[in-house]
């Protein structure tokens, strides 16, 4: 069975950084598609950034040049570093893989 633990979220006035971590298990990091989104109150979930099997990344236009997805597979663990944050950037952050979702972490940019 494969879960996915969220941890890192919190408060951080704008311009601030974060880094959030996804620890997997029941699934090797390396082999799979992994991807973070996030859903902000009142409106649909979206994709952040995704990292493929082979490295390669995707990340939406909104958080380019800010955010940095990646992957430790010796600890099964996908990060999401948030630089230059923005209020509109506050929402739920979730870690997501084919057919698993983690439980979600709250990110508030806020002064």
């Known amino acids: 069975q494969v879960q996915l633990v969220e941890s890192g979220g919190g408060l951080v006035p704008p311009g601030g950084s974060l880094r959030l971590s996804c620890v997997v298990s029941?699934?090797?990091?390396?082999?799979?598609?992994m991807g973070w989104y996030r859903q902000a109150p009142g409106k649909q979930r979206e994709l952040v950034a995704e990292?493929?099997?082979?490295?390669?990344?995707n990340y939406a236009d909104s958080v380019k040049g800010r955010f940095t997805i990646s992957r430790d597979s010796t600890k099964n663990t996908v990060y999401l570093q948030m630089s230059s944050l923005k209020p509109e950037d506050t929402a739920v952050y979730y870690c997501?893989?084919?057919?698993?979702w983690g439980q979600g972490t709250q990110v508030t940019v806020s002064s």
């Open positions: 029941g699934i090797a990091v390396r082999f799979t598609a």
């Open positions: 990292i493929f099997r082979f490295g390669s990344t």
């Open positions: 997501k893989t084919p057919g698993a």
